[in-house]
């Protein structure tokens, strides 16, 4: 049985946001980590009817998500995910976050601990604005996927997509999906691994699970995984 893949809101208006949408399934039990006021839970709720709960480090984010309906706490993910019992979750949710931590392997440990699927994304600093700007400027870029000034920027462990590949071979990840993100143009489906991707990827989403005992190597093609839960992914 395919999944249904329901109609997006007009009001989404970050990309992750809509794949992940599609990609979570109906009446799932989700914890969006970083959930800021609660949009992505709300839209999860009201569209997929989600059982969702938020971490997050900032009081007010979490005050304008419990006004919201949403059931979240006050948290800092470099330190409190280890107060959840393994496998309490369907799916955990780093979106935009990643690069915000203290800690990102033990964080991405944690996710895979707590849930049967990782999704997780962030801005690609290999990709081709990145490379020019610090090349032909010898600054800090400003792209779309990364508009802050490095003074105020709360990123402190931006990675390219070769950097995440990777950590998620290292710490024995698979990867069931992998899409490229760009402002105003659809999701794109790609091979992680590919340096091309590397260079083109302004953000990228992935779908992680940890690795089973008989998985077998990477291949040399990347093949996202025919689970039923993506093949409408990014379409």
């Given at each position: 049985?395919?999944?249904?893949?329901?109609?997006l809101p007009l009001a989404t208006e970050r990309q992750d946001f809509r794949e992940i949408l599609r990609l979570v399934r109906p009446g799932a039990r989700v914890l969006d980590v970083g959930c800021g006021e609660g949009e992505l839970l709300a839209l999860l709720r009201d569209e997929k009817g989600v059982d969702g709960r938020g971490l997050e480090i900032r009081a007010e984010q979490v005050?304008?998500?419990?006004?919201?309906?949403i059931a979240a706490m006050q948290g800092d993910a470099d330190r409190d995910?280890?107060?959840?019992?393994p496998k309490s979750f369907d799916y955990v949710i780093l979106s935009q976050t990643l690069q915000a931590v203290q800690a990102p392997k033990a964080v991405l440990s944690a996710?895979?601990?707590?849930a049967n699927?990782?999704?997780?994304?962030?801005?690609?600093?290999?990709?081709?604005?990145?490379?020019?700007?610090?090349?032909?400027?010898?600054?800090?870029?400003?792209?779309p996927a990364l508009p802050v000034p490095?003074?105020?920027t709360p990123n402190i462990h931006l990675c390219t997509l070769a950097d995440f590949v990777g950590l998620a071979t290292e710490l024995d990840l698979r990867i069931e999906a992998c899409a490229a993100l760009s402002a105003n143009k659809p999701a794109r489906l790609i091979n992680p691994r590919s340096e091309v991707e590397n260079w083109r990827a302004e953000s990228v989403?992935?779908?992680l699970s940890?690795?089973?005992?008989?998985?077998?190597?990477?291949?040399?093609?990347?093949?996202?995984?025919?689970?039923?839960?993506?093949?409408?992914l990014f379409q």
């Open positions: 049985m395919s999944e249904t893949v329901f109609p005050s304008a998500c419990i006004a919201k309906g995910l280890d107060e959840f019992p996710l895979v601990r707590l699927h990782a999704i997780v994304s962030f801005p690609n600093f290999g990709h081709w604005r990145v490379r020019t700007s610090l090349f032909v400027k010898g600054r800090m870029p400003d792209t490095w003074y105020e989403l992935f779908l940890r690795k089973r005992s008989d998985d077998p190597s990477p291949p040399a093609k990347f093949r996202p995984s025919p689970d039923a839960a993506t093949r409408d």
